[in-house]
Structure formats: structure tokens, C-alpha cells
């Protein structure tokens, strides 16, 4: 794979992740000698509460420790303005619980290196093997999907995956604004209005290494309304500021 002319940034976000955070950042780093791949390695500390930071600092990357508790889209924006500040060509989000296998990251890579895509989804479920999380929050993969299809035409079948990459592009306007909380269904939405090319891939993808889910099946119903809810005001904002502009058409395609 021909990589020099882009350099990668690996955007780790990590609360409470003691149990597998120091073999996340290994197996990254064993792809990019492996695969001579331009990468550094970033790690967001969410205000652990656990011993993750004293890991951190003892391992072959770069951190950032947020004073505060941000959540997941918090800790993405902040990679992101990270990358974007530092001139890197590509950022790839990479959960800190080892869901993502790092072997798989040269899949994610190069559709972004082969000009083909701005964003790039890693799916479980474009082939279906590999861990297929549980069956109501498949379900509510399936909603988003859906939801997706209806506003800007796009049928993604895993629209919760934390396992994307995007171009520099993609990264600038990720670093004006990134949704927070549960950004991923809501980003779609934001890039497909930005009229990006977002593209999935099929991935493999484990069981978490260590630590528990954030979403636990009492916050199913909750999460499902906050993110429907999210994504039709980011729409709607949206929207409304490409017409004030004059930039936006029906962005409505058949992909």
C-alpha cells in the first residue's frame, strides 16, 4: 500500500478503559510497522476515573487528558480539532475498548487513500461475520438506517459503528462542529448534507476487551428518542443554514 503522502492520525477515545487500552495502542502500532503506514497514535482520556490515564502516559502515543467528562462526541471533537490543527490528512476513530481490531485498519484506509470515499464506516453487517452486537440494538441500527434513507437518501447499514475514517475534508468540517453524546447517526446526517461521500466497508469486529457499554439496555428507549431527536435539529439547522446560503440542493442519490 502506497501511504507516504498521507499522514494518519488514530483517535482513541477512552473512559474507563484500563482493561485494554495498553493493547489497543500496541496493535495499532504493530499494523503501522507492518503495513509502513504513517500513523501516530492519539488517545483521549474522558476524565477517567479509573487507573486508564497512568496507562496512558506510559505508552507509544500521544494523549490528551479533557478536564472534564465530555462523552464520546466531546472526546471525538476534541481528536478531531487535534487532527485538524496538527495538518494530518487522515483521522480514523478506533473505540478504547478493543471492538476494533486493528488489523482491519488498512480496509478503513484505502478508500480514503484511493481518493474513493471522504468518509469511510467500517460495517459489521455488510458481510456479517464477526461479533453482530445484540439483537436490540441491531434493531435499533436498522431505525437508523432507515432515518438515514429518509433525510438525505443514503442507506448505511451500520450507522452506529465508531470504526470510521475521514479526509482532510472531512476533518475540517468535523472540527467547526462534531455532534456530541451519540454522534455517530447524527454525523452521518451532517456529512450527507455536506454532500461527502461516505462510503462502508466491511469489517470484523470483536466483543469489547475490557470495561462495560455505556448504553445499557435501560437507556435503549432514551438513547433511540435522543439521537431521532438530535439528528432531526441537526437536519433541520442544517438545512436552513445551506439555504441562507445559497449551497444546498436535493441531496437525495441512489447509493
Known sequence: METAPFRVLVVVPCYNEQAAIAQVVAEINEVKQQNNLTIDVLVVNDRSTDNSLAII??????????????????????G????????YDVAVQMDGD?????????????????????????????????????????????????????????????????????NR?????????????????????????HKLRILEVPVVMRERQGGTSSITLAKSVYYMFKVTMGTLFLYIRLQNNQRSHGIITNCHSDT
Open 169 to 193: 475534508r472531512t476533518i475540517s468540517i468535523a472540527n467547526a462542529y462534531y455532534p456530541d453524546e451519540y454522534p455517530e447517526p447524527e454525523s452521518i446526517v451532517q456529512f450527507g448534507l
Open 80 to 87: 478531531y480539532k487535534y487532527a485538524y490543527r496538527h495538518g
Open 98 to 166: 478493543g471492538q476494533h481490531p486493528a488489523e482491519e485498519l488498512p480496509k478503513i484506509l484505502k478508500p480514503i487513500f484511493d481518493g474513493q470515499a471522504d468518509v469511510v464506516i467500517g460495517s459489521r453487517f455488510l458481510e456479517r461475520t464477526g461479533f453482530q452486537s445484540t439483537f436490540a440494538r441491531r434493531l435499533g441500527i436498522r431505525y437508523f438506517r432507515w432515518l438515514n434513507q429518509f433525510l438525505i437518501g443514503k442507506s448505511i447499514h451500520d450507522s452506529t459503528s465508531g470504526f470510521r475514517a475521514f
Open 57 to 78: 502516559q506510559k505508552l507509544n502515543c500521544h494523549y490528551v487528558d479533557l478536564p472534564v467528562n465530555l462523552g464520546i462526541g466531546g472526546a471525538m471533537h476534541a
